[in-house]
């Protein structure tokens, strides 16, 4: 073989090599990630479910690719896009904001893992046959919000014990509205208090529950567990500022946005907990395997310019047990 002739030959088998080791390399994974919400609300969490995914060596834009699926608050189109997230074949669907997220999900794939956080029992839902054993392709994290009612009323109570009248924030659209009603009506009555009940799944209806809440002099507020509540921290904020209405919530981002006070799981917490069993589920593990993790730990938020501007003061019971005071 001439020398030329060699040289060229050898030459084009070069160019060919980063073609054939690009060829050989994994395709990257694509995860969809499905909510009812928006990302603004729950940028700190979203942060938590990177690292979730970061602890089990997943980087997005380095080794892994998500396809985010918002739906603003708008439930009706979530089938549409869980549907379009299976259309384009993705490894697993993360589906946040509550259960309704979950069960489009669940009702697009019975293939596809799924991972969900939700505040109502996965099991009532039909997401899961077990929390110890799910079973098929679902698996995920059960906060507990909705079971968290109760203790939330008697936390209120303990800060304005003269309030006789408690008003309750209910979006009469959450798959578990009314287990949140009854468990915090029967609390009230032990309480020996009165509950009025007030109802928003829009944010017209905010102003408008706002006003009823008025007209019957409530005197305190609990607001239920509820993703859609999430999405309008700011208008309740507000609401309940202009109302002079001493109010609890369920997570802490309530709290340090200037709400009253919150109790509740931490949805950071959970959100690393769905980082975590994404990545397993990555690594090959199945969602069957995977038990419904359950918080243990729940956390207690005040805040302490608030109560002053609405002329209270915290007892110091609830300042002992507070996990977070803010000044």
């Known amino acids: 073989m001439k020398r030329r002739a060699f040289i060229t030959l050898l030459g084009s088998a070069a160019a060919a090599w980063p073609l054939a080791a690009h060829a050989q390399q994994p395709a990257m994974p694509v995860i969809g990630f499905l909510s009812n919400i928006s990302p603004e609300p729950i940028a ?23 396809e985010f699926r918002w739906a603003q608050g708008r439930n009706d189109r979530l089938p549409e896009l869980a549907a379009d997230l299976v259309q384009r074949h993705v490894a697993v669907i993360v589906a946040t904001g509550g259960g309704v997220s979950a069960l489009a999900a669940k009702a697009a794939t019975t293939t596809i893992p799924i991972v969900f956080s939700t505040a109502t029992d996965p099991v009532q839902l039909g997401l899961v046959a077990g929390l110890s054993r799910p079973g098929a392709n679902a698996t995920g994290v059960f906060v507990l919000a909705n079971s968290l009612e109760a203790k939330r009323l008697g936390l209120l109570h303990e800060m304005v014990p003269q309030a006789t009248t408690i008003g309750m924030l209910v979006n009469p659209q959450a798959p578990g509205a009314e287990s949140q009603l ?14 009025v009940v007030v109802k928003a799944s829009s ?32 208008q309740l904020i507000a609401l309940t500022a202009h109302h002079a209405l001493p109010t609890i919530y369920e997570f802490r981002e309530f709290a340090s946005a200037g709400g009253l006070m919150s109790y509740g799981t931490s949805l950071a917490g959970a959100y690393h907990q769905v980082g975590v069993y994404t990545g397993k589920i990555l690594k090959g593990e199945k969602p069957e395997n995977l038990p419904v993790v359950q918080p243990t730990t729940f956390e207690m938020v005040i805040n302490l310019k608030t109560a002053k501007a609405l002329g209270l003061t915290f007892p110091p019971t609830l300042l002992a047990i507070a996990d977070e005071v803010i000044e």
């Open 203 to 234: 944010a017209t209806d905010l102003d408008a529950a706002f006003t009823t809440l008025s007209q019957l002099r409530a005197e305190a507020l609990l607001v239920a567990a509820d993703p859609f509540f999430n999405t309008r921290r700011e």
């Open 182 to 195: 009854t468990e915090a009506q029967a609390a009230a009555r032990t309480l020996a208090r009165r509950i």
């Open 44 to 66: 700190r969490p979203l942060a938590a479910f990177r690292r979730g995914l970061q602890e089990a060596g997943y980087i997005e834009g380095q080794n892994l690719a998500i």
